[in-house]
């Protein structure tokens, strides 16, 4: 089991940033892959950026190459989302979460354990 628990959202203008944080508890946060995920209301959740177990390897959806990095620091058991440029359409409730898996995956199924979410506003 695995518990994570997303911050750093909030209200932000257009062409801003922000940095998500994520942190882990309860089973070896360095033996799970990492991904964060957005849902807009209504929509289905999508994937935003995904870390393999000791970092080597990202991916990335295409809406947030270039302005998204995913970070994650094993020792705090902690994972980061750094978004820059960010516009109104990256408004969304964003998903910390674990999968057993050594790589990035942006396969929704492969993770197991979910974050309740932060919410990030980009006004325009």
């Known amino acids: 089991q695995v518990r994570l628990e997303e911050s750093g959202g909030g209200l932000v203008q257009a062409g801003g940033s922000l940095r998500l944080s994520c942190t882990a508890s309860g089973r070896s946060f360095e033996d799970y892959a990492m991904g964060w995920f957005r849902q807009v209301p209504g929509n289905e959740r999508e994937f935003v950026a995904a870390?393999?177990?000791?970092?080597?390897?990202?991916l990335y959806s295409d809406f947030v190459k270039g302005r998204f990095g995913i970070s994650r620091n094993n020792i705090a058991n902690t994972l980061f989302l750094q978004m820059n440029n960010l516009k109104p359409e990256d408004t969304a409730v964003y998903y910390c979460?674990?999968?057993?898996?050594?790589?990035?995956?942006?396969?929704?199924?492969?993770?197991?354990?979910w974050g309740q979410g932060t919410r990030v506003t980009v006004a325009s």
């Open positions: 979460a674990a999968a057993r898996s050594v790589t990035a995956t942006r396969i929704e199924a492969e993770y197991d354990f």
């Open positions: 870390i393999s177990v000791i970092g080597e390897s990202r």
